[in-house]
């Protein structure tokens, strides 16, 4: 099919664009759209067969659940059985935005949706193209991020279409995303709430207002044993065609064994492309050195991540080197995010 890329901006919504989506959606098509985090590949939520195109269209692996998202509040009844406390706390404080909330589902939510979980996965972004979408649907969508199964999430309309043209009937280009990389997940259908992935809305603020968090093990773990409660955890993902090799320890140790690995990989005739920071770009030479973005702003990092992945592929680079980042704040998701593109290669400097 050929698919349709339009620009829409954000503060200027164009009305007939909204409404050509959303008719997509109502019968049964896919179109990608921009949010806070990541572009989603939306589908009509309560249509098992329009669902189902989303997986085929990714590659999706099937036990892997998608997240509903929801323009209004009171959307939310008809999908989940019981609204927790804790819950209506992190709604107040963080919705719309990159905050997904686990429930127990509803009947009214599809199986191909909780992949046979009696858990549903909601978010309301806070994006306005998603949000007009949504609303104009009338139905809540389903998105995952639109990237084929396994490789970075796209932050640009362009990475969509790469990954997914001719898959897809219409893409809304809204530039580039602002936070970078996906929501975070927070299950609330246990006694204490807990991260399955992090994201955008980070581990300090949800302790902030819920007191006791835990944070799955599989997150910063690279113990194969250890089984994710998030089953889309549990893949290689974000993954460069490249590979990739992570390096930890003292900045000033880092830059050493980094360049020095470097030296080794040219003078073996591969290409090389480095992960460094704007601390320390300069002190890299002899490859291809991108900056992920000043340390001491972390979104910067987050914001910049997968478009610096996707263009190591663009570069057709033989071996990617990184720099590792701190894990407070956002810096959890960010690592998450690298420890899994790297397939958990991480070296101590
Ligand atoms: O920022 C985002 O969340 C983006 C934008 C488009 O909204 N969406 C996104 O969707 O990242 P996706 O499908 O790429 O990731 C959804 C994650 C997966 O790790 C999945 O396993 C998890 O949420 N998930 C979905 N339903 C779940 C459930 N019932 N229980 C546990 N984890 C669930
Ligand atoms: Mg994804």
């Known amino acids: 099919m050929k698919t349709k890329v339009i620009k829409v901006e954000e503060d200027q919504i164009d009305e007939d664009v909204i409404e050509e989506a959303a008719r997509i959606i109502q019968e049964g098509g896919l179109v990608s759209f921009p949010t806070e985090t990541v572009y989603g590949l939306g589908a009509n939520g309560l249509d098992e067969e329009a669902v189902s195109k989303i997986f085929k269209a990714k590659g999706r692996p099937q036990d892997n659940p998608l997240i509903l998202h929801i323009s209004d509040l009171d959307e939310l009844d008809q999908l989940v059985s019981e609204i927790p406390d804790q819950a209506r706390i992190c709604m107040d404080k963080f919705w719309p935005g990159p905050l997904t909330l686990i429930f127990k589902r509803s009947s009214l939510v599809p199986d191909a949706i909780t992949a046979g979980l009696e858990t549903v996965a909601i978010r309301m972004p806070s994006d306005k193209i998603a949000r007009a979408l949504i609303r104009k649907s009338q139905r809540p969508i389903a998105a995952?991020?639109?990237?084929?199964?396994?490789?970075?999430?796209?932050?640009?309309?362009?990475?969509?279409?790469?990954?997914?043209?001719?898959?897809?009937?219409?893409?809304?280009?809204?530039?580039?995303?602002?936070?970078?990389?996906?929501?975070?997940?927070?299950?609330?259908?246990?006694?204490?709430?807990?991260?399955?992935?992090?994201?955008?809305?980070?581990?300090?603020?949800?302790?902030?207002?819920?007191?006791?968090?835990?944070?799955?093990?599989?997150?910063?773990?690279?113990?194969?044993?250890?089984?994710?409660?998030?089953?889309?955890?549990?893949?290689?993902?974000?993954?460069?065609?490249?590979?990739?090799?992570?390096?930890?320890?003292?900045?000033?140790?880092?830059?050493?064994?980094?360049?020095?690995?470097?030296?080794?990989?040219?003078?073996?005739?591969?290409?090389?492309g480095i992960m460094a920071t704007d601390e320390t770009r300069a002190s890299y030479e002899g490859a291809r050195v991108y900056s992920m973005g000043s340390r001491k702003a972390e979104a910067e990092i987050a914001h910049n991540l997968f478009s610096i992945l996707r263009e190591m592929d663009r570069e057709e680079v033989d071996i990617i080197l990184a720099e590792s980042v701190d894990f407070s704040s956002m810096g959890l998701a960010i690592m998450n995010r690298m420890t899994k593109a790297a397939g958990g290669r991480i070296i101590k400097a």
Do not use: F
């Not at 990237?147 to 362009?158: L, M």
């Open 144 to 272: 995952p991020s639109a990237n084929t199964s396994g490789k970075p999430s796209p932050t640009a309309a362009e990475h969509v279409y790469r990954d997914l043209n001719t898959r897809l009937e219409m893409i809304i280009d809204g530039g580039r995303t602002g936070i970078g990389l996906e929501s975070t997940v927070l299950d609330l259908t246990e006694d204490v709430p807990t991260i399955l992935r992090p994201g955008g809305i980070t581990y300090e603020d949800l302790r902030e207002v819920l007191g006791e968090v835990r944070i799955d093990k599989s997150i910063v773990s690279l113990d194969k044993n250890i089984i994710p409660k998030s089953p889309g955890q549990k893949y290689r993902h974000y993954a460069p065609n490249s590979d990739m090799y992570i390096y930890e320890g003292e900045l000033e140790a880092v830059v050493e064994a980094i360049s020095r690995r470097a030296q080794e990989e040219v003078a073996a005739g591969r290409k090389v």
